[in-house]
């Protein structure tokens, strides 16, 4: 596994130092099934708001919760890799939870950054609370106009049936 999966601990030690040297800690979360360009591009303008980005993965059991029985596509530890091999991703830490609320809690993140299918009204209330409480910053990204996993998933299908159609 790449060295950028990191416990907790591991990141509570890397805020302190961050917090130490007057750098900001970026933060934001998502399944990153099927990783596509709009992540990509989410992920690069996310980095450059700060100078460490830490992205919270849903693990497997958190993204059947909420997407279904059929998903994930790619198990997190493979996602977890695939995202290391991206430049702009600095740490990331897997979580179980259908929120990563406490994690939030604890490193309060001077930035919270969301994609563009969010707004503030949208995002998860309770994480946005948390981030309100201790004075961080709530970014919401312009995403990639009609890029997501589902969009990609419901592609191969239509491909797939077509094919077996013939």
Not at 33 to 49: E, F, M, N, T
Request: aromatic letters at 6%.
């Amino acid at each position: 596994m790449s060295g950028k999966i990191k416990s907790l601990e591991d990141l509570r030690a890397i805020r302190l130092n961050a917090k130490n040297a007057e750098k900001k800690i970026v933060w934001t979360n998502g399944c990153y099934d099927i990783l596509h360009a709009g992540h990509v591009l989410y992920l690069q303008r996310a980095k450059r708001l700060g100078h460490y980005l830490i992205v919270g993965l849903n693990s497997d059991r958190s993204i059947r919760a909420t997407k279904g029985p059929l998903r994930p596509i790619v198990n997190q530890n493979e996602r977890a890799i695939v995202l290391s091999a991206l430049e702009c991703v600095d740490y990331i830490i897997i979580f179980d939870q259908d929120s990563p609320i406490e994690i939030i809690k604890d490193l309060k993140p001077d930035i919270y950054a969301k994609g563009g299918d969010y707004t503030l009204e949208t995002i998860n209330q309770p994480e946005r609370r948390v981030v309100e409480s201790y004075g961080g910053d709530i970014v919401i990204l312009p995403g990639l106009k009609g890029s997501s996993t589902t969009t990609i998933i419901t592609k191969i299908l239509r491909a797939y049936e077509d094919t077996v159609r013939r």
